[in-house]
């Protein structure tokens, strides 16, 4: 008897198909409609996730199923949607429990991720791109921390609901990193100062929001979208030099004729 091969692409449609049927139950679910056949299918689908897994497993062994990049992905969610059968099997009152379950649960959802086409290529160079620029984005926390520490100092007695303390400067500089909505909070802060305060305070925001929001933003977007280009580029300037490697050979050849 011939085995089954669950990496086929007849496996890949049917539990892309799992997929769906289990977004479009726990949607249904979510939006009040309970019928008792919508928990079965929802079982179901939870126990046809773990034959899956057992399947890979004894395919390629339980170490192999977990050296494939994608096997992590899809191992990891289908255990944290685990403990949402014991909704349907044991009674649970606290509805805290109820929450964190269904919230477990829609974690199937980005199962979906690794179907998408050139999934795999760009799982990997966003790896790629979040290694080589892994610096850049320390060096960006670093300056959000000092500038939450400066503005602390500066501000913490004015304006205690954003600057009173370093955990809360931090969130507020880096909304004004995110440029959405940075004038509230100068705005808020100059209140409590005259008319030179006035314009030293917004100085000090404007400079905080070029240095943050305009270059820094801009310089991380632009690193990590080259970063992730580099692969087709790389591909590319290899093509163009044994294109480059076959016009010089037939010149060569031509020249000696």
């Not at 044991?90 to 199962?111: A, C, G, H, N, T």
């Not at 984005?137 to 500066?154: E, M, P, R």
């Not at 004004?176 to 925001?205: M, N, Q």
Request: hydrophobic share 50%; aromatic share 12%.
């Amino acid at each position: 008897m011939k085995a089954i091969n669950p990496y086929s692409s007849r496996a890949d449609r049917l539990v892309m198909a799992v997929i769906l049927l289990n977004s479009l139950v726990i949607l249904l679910d979510c939006s009040g409609y309970h019928r008792p056949w919508l928990m079965a299918v929802d079982v179901a689908c939870s126990l046809f996730f773990i034959v899956e897994m057992g399947l890979k497993m004894c395919h390629d062994g339980v170490l192999g199923y977990w050296r494939r990049g994608w096997n992590i992905l899809d191992g990891t969610l289908v255990l944290l949607s685990l403990p949402s059968i014991l909704f349907f099997i044991l009674p649970l009152p606290d509805l805290s429990y109820l929450l964190i379950l269904r919230l477990l649960r829609s974690f199937r959802f980005f199962r979906v991720i690794h179907f998408f086409p050139g999934a795999e290529q760009l799982g990997r160079n966003f790896c790629k791109a979040l290694s080589e620029c892994m610096s850049l984005f320390a060096g960006y926390v670093l300056i959000i921390i000092i500038s939450a520490i400066l503005s602390t100092s500066l501000f913490g007695e004015v304006a205690p609901q954003y600057f009173g303390t370093p955990w809360e400067s931090v969130y507020s500089v880096f909304r004004l990193f995110s440029i959405e909505g940075w004038y509230d909070i100068p705005d808020a802060v100059a209140t409590a100062y005259g008319p030179w305060g006035v314009l030293g305070v917004r100085l000090y925001f404007v400079l905080l929001l070029i240095l943050g929001g305009v270059i820094g933003l801009s310089l991380i977007n632009s690193v990590f979208v080259d970063a992730m280009l580099s692969d087709n580029n790389d591909e590319m300037l290899e093509h163009i030099k044994e294109l480059e490697a076959k016009i010089d050979k037939l010149l060569e050849e031509k020249e000696t004729k």
